[in-house]
Nanobody, 115 residues
């Protein structure tokens, strides 16, 4: 059984930066894609960024130019660098690893952007 654990969240002022990490309890191979999602209080979970097994990236319009998703390795498969954070970025952030045939999700890490 694979467990994913996000880390790197916390409280930051507007304009600040955070780097989120996603660690796997066991090595994950045959990864098709990875992504980051977030869920703010009272709202649905939304897609933030994704990266394919060959490194192609896509971003939600709201974070494009501010966030960068990157690949790691089998034990730490994906990262999210967040710059110029805004209050509307406040949410619980989740990493996702897509394999065949299973998808894996982390438990989430809280990001709060406030002055």
């Amino acid at each position: 059984q694979v467990q994913l654990v996000e880390s790197g969240g916390g409280l930051v002022q507007p304009g600040g930066s955070l780097r989120l990490s996603c660690a796997a309890s066991v090595s994950i191979f045959n990864i098709n894609a990875m992504g980051w999602y977030r869920q703010a209080p009272g709202k649905q979970r939304e897609w933030v960024a994704s990266i394919t097994d060959i490194g192609l990236t896509n971003y939600a319009d709201d974070v494009k130019g501010r966030f960068t998703i990157s690949r790691g390795n089998a034990k730490n498969p994906v990262y999210l660098q967040m710059n110029n954070l805004k209050p509307e970025d406040t949410a619980v952030y989740y990493c996702k690893v897509v394999t065949r045939p299973y998808d894996y999700w982390g438990q989430g890490t809280q990001v709060t952007v406030s002055s």
